[in-house]
């Protein structure tokens, strides 16, 4: 069977035949499929308060989305969008980020 490209049809993004839920990259801005983006959190550390992923989307509070890629992550930091995402003032900590995502890109 033939795989069809996703195709977007009164707003929705449609993958084989069924509307799939989208989020926007914070980093890039690009609006896509929600399984093709890595869901964030932000959670209170022993310094402050650091973003980590969570690829289950189990983790509560409020969540951020992001391509699984340092490239969007750097746009994402350049652009200060983490506070504006996550609604909080003052700096996040994204080390953990940045170690997962170069520990997922090393395993690739």
């Given at each position: 069977?033939?795989?069809?490209?996703?195709?977007?049809?009164?707003?929705?993004?449609?993958?084989r035949?069924?509307?799939?839920?989208?989020?926007?990259?914070?980093?890039?801005?690009?609006?896509?499929?929600?399984?093709?983006?890595?869901?964030?959190?932000?959670?209170?550390?022993?310094?402050?308060?650091?973003?980590?992923?969570?690829?289950?989307?189990?983790?509560?509070?409020?969540?951020?989305?992001?391509?699984?890629?340092?490239?969007?992550?750097?746009?994402?930091?350049?652009r200060?969008?983490?506070?504006?995402?996550?609604?909080?003032?003052?700096?996040?900590?994204?080390?953990?980020l940045?170690?997962?995502?170069?520990?997922?890109?090393?395993?690739?």
């Amino acid at each position: 069977m033939r795989q069809v490209p996703p195709t977007r049809r009164r707003g929705r993004l449609m993958v084989r035949g069924r509307a799939v839920p989208r989020r926007t990259c914070v980093g890039c801005r690009i609006c896509t499929a929600k399984s093709d983006l890595l869901r964030l959190v932000v959670v209170e550390g022993p310094v402050g308060f650091n973003v980590v992923p969570d690829p289950r989307g189990r983790m509560p509070g409020r969540g951020a989305s992001l391509h699984p890629d340092l490239a969007c992550l750097e746009l994402a930091e350049r652009r200060r969008a983490f506070p504006r995402a996550f609604r909080r003032a003052g700096p996040l900590e994204v080390g953990v980020l940045r170690q997962w995502l170069e520990s997922q890109q090393a395993g690739s």
